[in-house]
């Protein structure tokens, strides 16, 4: 019996394929983030409360400038500005920013007024 290794995807698609479908997946969960954050910030202005002004500040860090950074991250790792090395620092920023989102969001939601 002969064993043939399992297809792959990189078979089908050439490299620079992934990556440009990679970076419009990652322009429009940017996009998409800033529209969550820009909901938020609209409800902030009706809704005047701490709890809201937490849920807002979480979604924006969040959905906003976590995706953002990450997306120009990418895009600088693309057109070589930023070395592998340097990736790890984007990474971090977007991962400290991840992290206050979601303890904003979290506090917006035990928080009583």
């Keep these: 019996m002969i064993h043939r ?4 995807i990189a078979q089908f698609l050439p490299a620079r394929t992934i990556e440009v479908v ?34 807002s500040v979480g979604m ?4 906003g400038a976590a995706y953002l950074v990450a997306t120009v991250g990418t895009i600088l790792l693309q057109v070589r500005v930023l070395t592998l090395p340097q990736q790890n620092y984007v990474r971090l920023v977007v991962r ?3 992290f206050v989102g979601l303890l904003a969001i ?7 007024e």
């Design 60 to 63: 924006v860090l969040l959905f």
């Design 106 to 112: 979290a506090s917006s939601l035990v928080l009583r």
């Design 96 to 98: 400290i920013l991840q």
């Design 5 to 8: 290794p399992a297809a792959t």
């Design 22 to 55: 990679t970076l419009a997946f990652a322009v429009g969960s940017a996009v998409v983030g800033l529209f969550i954050a820009f909901l938020a910030i609209r409800a902030l202005r009706r809704h005047r409360s701490r709890q809201m002004l937490l849920l």
